[in-house]
């Protein structure tokens, strides 16, 4: 009777950590293509785009409340990252270059002021896509073609930048550079390339930043071509598992990379699931841009926070210029 019990309970314990998470949508955090959600710790906000806007929005934990800014000029933001030791500049992908803007938090306007470094300006049907910096503040990012298709013209590239050097190239024949995330303790850098339907693992070095030995470890390719989920952002946990999102699968993916096993699906509303990253004052919020490309219904393009998953994340980390 007592190992019944015992079991019982495990197995009650068991449903809560895999069946009780809750989505809810932030207020009025609609983006066409959200992306690149970045939460900032010393601001409690989060940080993200709207990516065929040109526009940065701001989530403020504490007000509950969302700021736009467009910035002026510029039709693309690929990705913002605040700047280390700056509460008003942020980096940001503009086509293929990446701008310094200055912006308030609060501002409808926000100005470009300089550009950090361009890359492929012979290739002017590129843009910069997802980017993040690394545990030590260097810049990791890559482009993709944006005009015709870019599952056939694989033109697009993963770089590194770190502060007072040049650009240098990590990956070539990249179709759509993605998702990113690094592991100090496993020393694991994990990347998507959306084309290629998977994640690679990669050794890392962190005191070098050089990534080698790539390894498969998450596959979502299926036996039909039009089955395929294209993975998209990634996030990671403290206890190392993955945070894959699918765009076009209305679905996240716990995974555990070491064995490749899904540990959970988080299902949400809307199919465009555009990427993840944990925030929220204890780390535990999960926070979902989605997009609303191809005449997807509401709530399309709204941004979500998943709770009571029993996991913790880490933060952004600024980028060292």
């Keep these: 009777m007592h190992t019944i019990t015992i079991t019982l309970i495990a197995l009650a314990a068991l449903c809560r950590a895999t069946m009780s998470y809750k989505v809810e949508p932030l207020p009025d955090s609609y983006a ?3 992306e690149g959600p970045h939460w900032d710790e010393a601001r409690q906000s989060l940080y993200y785009v709207d990516l065929e806007a040109g526009v940065l929005l701001r989530y403020d934990y504490a007000q509950n409340k969302i700021y736009r800014t467009q910035i002026e000029g510029e039709s693309f933001a690929g990705f913002v990252l605040p700047i280390a030791g700056n509460s008003q500049e942020f980096a940001v992908g503009c086509e293929r270059r990446t701008v310094i803007v200055q912006w308030d938090g609060v501002s409808p306007k926000a100005k470009v002021v300089r550009t950090l470094f361009e890359v492929q300006p012979e290739f002017k049907e590129n843009r910069l896509n997802d980017a993040k910096t690394d545990p030590q503040g260097r810049f990791f990012g890559g482009t993709m073609r944006y005009v015709g298709d870019e599952f056939e013209h694989r033109h697009g590239e993963l770089y590194r930048w770190v502060a007072g050097g040049n ?3 990590v990956k070539s024949d990249v179709g759509i550079s993605n998702g990113l995330a690094w592991d100090e303790k496993a020393k694991k850098f994990y990347y998507i390339d959306t084309t290629d339907y998977e994640v690679k693992s990669y050794d890392y070095n962190f005191e070098t930043g050089v990534a080698s030995n790539p390894k498969v470890i998450f596959n979502l390719r299926k036996t039909s071509p ?9 996030t990671i946990d403290t206890e190392g598992n993955i945070y894959v999102a699918t765009f076009n699968g209305a679905t996240i993916f716990k995974v555990n990379p070491s064995t490749g096993k899904v540990l959970l699906e988080i299902k949400l509303p809307t199919k465009q699931i555009t990427s993840v990253a944990f925030g929220g004052p204890n780390l535990d919020i999960l926070y979902v841009t989605t997009a609303a490309k191809f005449g997807q219904p509401a709530p399309a393009g709204t941004t979500y926070k998943v709770t009571g998953l029993n996991a913790k994340g880490y933060p952004g980390v600024g980028l060292k210029i």
């Design 32 to 34: 066409a293509l959200g």
């Design 167 to 169: 650009v240098s190239l």
């Design 226 to 234: 039009k089955d395929h989920l294209l993975p998209d952002g990634m």
